[in-house]
């Protein structure tokens, strides 16, 4: 069966540091990859996507993640981190054929940011 | 608000009762998704309509679940006889076609006493 793993269960970082997410899935066919972010108290939201092309993608709030589909991963990164990017966020695939575009996610980073 | 409406935002309930989740996608949306997502664990999948078609179910939905989507716009999710194992966060998600990105509601939060 198809799965996602977040390597990270928690991370805890200083503002200003470098953050990486480590993102890998299990599915030999082509796949839609996503980052969700959950901010405390709040619903779930789309901080970036890869479809096709590029396979580094940017997306909102200085976040970008790269596609390497010889290593079956999509690590999220950002040079910079601040207090409010404090949330939990989960990587998430779609298989492009065969399913009816149902999320897989994985578990789970919660990133905590020390100021 | 234009998002994704979940209610009631929590429910609690004693086990062996009925309870009722609606949730109401965007408007233009025609595919929704129900998810359930448990303390250290990401969303799991449990359901997906097209319009008012239910498409496609887990094995994780018992059938002590069900769901509609009578019109193809707001969605039902109903659980009998609930168990203390239902607790847990039931979310609903809404999209326009494939390959696109999924929005997500707020959640309702049900907890079987």
């Known amino acids: 069966a198809q799965s996602v793993s977040q390597h990270n269960h928690h991370v805890i970082l200083s503002e200003a540091a470098s953050l990486e997410l480590g993102c890998n899935y299990s599915?030999?066919?082509?796949?839609?990859l996503f980052w969700y972010v959950q901010y405390p108290g709040q619903h779930l939201q789309l901080l970036l996507k890869?479809?096709?092309?590029?396979?580094l993608v940017k997306g909102i709030k200085g976040f970008e993640a790269e596609f390497i589909k010889s290593k079956f991963s999509f690590n999220l990164r950002k040079p910079s981190v601040q207090w409010s990017d404090t949330a939990e966020y989960f990587c998430?695939?779609?298989?492009?054929?065969?399913?009816?575009?149902?999320?897989?996610f994985g578990k789970g980073t919660k990133l905590s940011v020390k100021p | 608000d234009t998002g994704v409406s979940q209610n009631p935002r929590h429910k609690i309930t004693k086990r062996g009762q009925n309870v009722t989740f609606r949730c109401d996608p965007i408007?233009?949306?025609?595919?929704l998704y129900w998810y359930r997502q448990t303390l250290g664990q990401g969303p799991e999948f449990l359901t997906y309509?097209?319009?008012?078609?239910?498409?496609?179910k887990s094995r994780l939905l018992s059938d002590r679940f069900s769901a509609e989507r009578p019109k193809g716009s707001f969605s039902t999710l109903e659980i009998q006889r609930t168990e203390q194992g239902d607790s847990a966060m039931y979310l609903c998600?809404?999209?326009?076609?494939?390959?696109?990105?999924?929005?997500f509601g707020q959640g309702t939060r049900l907890t079987v006493v």
């Open positions: 998600a809404s999209s326009f076609g494939a390959n696109t990105e999924a929005f």
């Open positions: 599915y030999g066919g082509t796949v839609n």
């Open positions: 890869y479809f096709s092309g590029d396979p």
């Open positions: 998430a695939v779609t298989l492009r054929r065969g399913s009816q575009g149902n999320l897989i």
């Open positions: 408007s233009e949306h025609n595919r």
């Open positions: 309509f097209q319009n008012e078609a239910q498409l496609e």
